[in-house]
């Protein structure tokens, strides 16, 4: 399993103010948009691409596009759905499919509740779309989800992880599959709840209200 942790002036400046508890949801939005932008112009660096021949208004030239099949964007529902707009920006040409799990608050262990998913990923590179990797429990859930239905390789985009969490992931799933984790930043710990410390709080509440 390789980590990345996205390491850029902008991205430190978005991130401190998402993380910010009088930064309200609009911007909250914004700003979640604009960095997952940022972090998958990291994550795509290993996207499958096939050479093309074209004719400019000039001259013919070889050039690249985006290999078939093309790859295929997994948004874990519900904080997962805020990274989506940023992430189609970059790869319009993805497909979307769906995950929804949330973590059972007294075992941490992830609850699927949803999927809509092609059965077949054989030959396609993922792309999983979670804001924070916490326990872990989530996204070997989803990693395992999508090497077992085919996928090669699996990228997650994560805005923060928790050093706990990034261990899990990898004593769970680092010797199967072709897996990446690009993320903003590693903070310090977990507490007791579970929460990335100092972390932004529920990703999914700063997002959308608690409901
Ligand atoms: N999920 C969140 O939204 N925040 C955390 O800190 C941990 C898990």
Known sequence: MRVHVADHPLIAHKLTILRDETTRSPTFRLLVDELVTL???????????????????????????????????????????????????????????????????QTFEAITYAERLPDDLSGRQCYVLDPMLATGHTLIAAIEYLLARGAVDVTAICLLAAPEGLRTVEEAIGARGDVTIVTAAVDERLNEQKYIVPGLGDAGDRLYGVV
């Open 39 to 105: 972090l998958a112009y990291e994550a795509t660096r290993e996207v499958r691409t096939t050479t093309v021949e074209i004719t400019t208004p000039v001259a013919p030239t070889t050039g690249t596009h985006l290999a078939s099949p093309q790859p295929i964007v997994v948004p874990i529902l519900r904080a997962g759905l805020g990274m989506l707009d940023g992430m189609s920006r970059l790869l319009p040409t993805a497909e979307v499919g769906f995950l929804g799990m949330q973590r059972d608050e």
